[in-house]
Structures are given as structure tokens and as C-alpha cells.
T-cell receptor, first 114, second 112 residues
Framework: TQLLEQSPQFLSIQEGENLTVYCNSS?????LQWYRQEPGEGPVLLVT?????EVKKLKRLTFQFGDARKDSSLHITAAQPGDTGLYLC??????????????FGTGTRLQVTL | DAGVIQSPRHEVTEMGQEVTLRCKPI?????LFWYRQTMMRGLELLIY????????DSGMPEDRFSAKMPNASFSTLKIQPSEPRDSAVYFC??????????FGPGTRLTVL
């Protein structure tokens, strides 16, 4: 079983602070995805990283894929209350064909207060 | 587009009863996934369909669980008989040709 461990599990910070969430695995993935999930809704894809060492930025969010494609990090600069939610990483392995099998991480619950 | 539609949104039932969860994926999405989310185990893949054919059901917990996809616009996940440990939020998600997976809002199932 491929497991992705996220840390921290819970994070409560004030608006304007920076934070980093980590996603670690012993397995190599073809790509790694980050999702955000809000209460009562399904996860929504934020980004996909494919190449070892790749860095992607999405406004105040910076995503990095480890060189060995086993780990990833999500850094948020100047967090805002709207960033509150459950952040999930997911390792992707391709099925035969085009779809990918996603193995989700344990999740990081972020709360940003005023 | 209305997005992925799941029904019911909430289901409360008693142990031993049959439960059927429904999903309508986004039109044109040829892959459909059923997931289960719990606090203890996180988000787990139950079954994957491609072009209405089950491809990977290795995540289905046991014979009490079954899933069907009679056509491209409809899928069901059935639990019979249900047990309290089946209580979870069940999501379906659709994807087209290896693209982004779009999740539905989920069905929160409580088995008493």
C-alpha cells in the first residue's frame, strides 16, 4: 500500500503568517497533485506537479515536487482566512490507458484567523 | 454545466438496510471514480470505471459493496446490508482522458 503522510495534521495561524505543509512518501509517483477541500464539498484540484524538482506558483501558493518524486511541499505566503480548509496531496500512478489512480495523503487542516 | 451531481446528500439508515448512492458525472467524462472519506482512513478509492466498464475494484471493502455504471451519465454504489462502520462521506469524481478529476459534493452516510 502506498502511503502519503502529511504534516502537520492541523495548523491554526493568524492572517498574514506564512506556512508550509509537507507530503512525504516512500513511493515514486508519476505526478503529484494538491487539492483543497472545504466543508460539505468535494476536493478541488489546485495544481499538478510532474517533474522532479518542479516548482509551481499559484498566487500566494508555491508548490514543489521533490527531486526523487516522492515528496512535495505547499507553501502559503501571507495566509488569509479564505485559505482555510483541508489540504490534500495525492500521488498519481497511471492506469493502463489515460486515467490515473490517485492515492491521497492524510490531510492537513488549516485554519486562518483574523 | 452543473458539475458532478450526487444524491442523496445525506442518508441516515439503520444497520442491515440497503443503501444506494447515485452519481451523475459531467457530460463527456469517460472515467468515473467512487471514493470514501473518513477521519480515520482519509480519502480512499473504492472503484474506477472507464467507458462504463469497471477497471479497478480493488478498493471495494467487501462483498456488501457493489457499483454499477449502466451508461455514461449514471453510476450507483450500493451497500447491502449496511453496517455502522460504513458511515462515511462517499464521493464520486469524473475525468476525461487523463485530465483533472472533478469531485461531486459527496453523500454523507450514517448507519445507526
Amino acid at each position: 500500500t502506498q502511503l502519503l503522510e502529511q504534516s502537520p495534521q492541523f495548523l491554526s495561524i493568524q492572517e498574514g503568517e506564512n506556512l508550509t505543509v509537507y507530503c512525504n512518501s516512500s513511493s515514486v509517483f508519476s505526478s503529484l497533485q494538491w487539492y483543497r477541500q472545504e466543508p460539505g464539498e468535494g476536493p478541488v484540484l489546485l495544481v499538478t506537479v510532474v517533474t522532479g524538482g518542479e516548482v509551481k506558483k499559484l498566487k500566494r501558493l508555491t508548490f514543489q515536487f521533490g527531486d526523487a518524486r516522492k515528496d512535495s511541499s505547499l507553501h502559503i505566503t501571507a495566509a488569509q482566512p479564505g485559505d482555510t480548509g483541508l489540504y490534500l496531496c495525492a500521488g498519481a500512478m497511471a492506469y493502463t490507458g489515460t486515467a490515473s489512480k490517485l492515492t491521497f495523503g492524510t490531510g492537513t487542516r488549516l485554519q486562518v484567523t483574523l | 454545466d452543473a458539475g458532478v451531481i450526487q444524491s442523496p446528500r445525506h442518508e441516515v439508515t439503520e444497520m442491515g438496510q440497503e443503501v444506494t448512492l447515485r452519481c451523475k458525472p459531467i457530460s463527456g467524462h469517460n472515467s468515473l471514480f467512487w471514493y470514501r472519506q473518513t477521519m480515520m482512513r482519509g480519502l480512499e478509492l473504492l472503484i474506477y470505471f472507464n467507458n462504463n466498464v469497471p477497471i479497478d475494484d480493488s478498493g471495494m471493502p467487501e462483498d456488501r459493496f457493489s457499483a454499477k455504471m449502466p451508461n455514461a451519465s449514471f453510476s450507483t454504489l450500493k451497500i447491502q446490508p449496511s453496517e455502522p462502520r460504513d458511515s462515511a462521506v462517499y464521493f464520486c469524481a469524473g475525468e476525461r482522458d487523463g485530465g483533472t478529476q472533478y469531485f461531486g459534493p459527496g453523500t454523507r452516510l450514517t448507519v445507526l
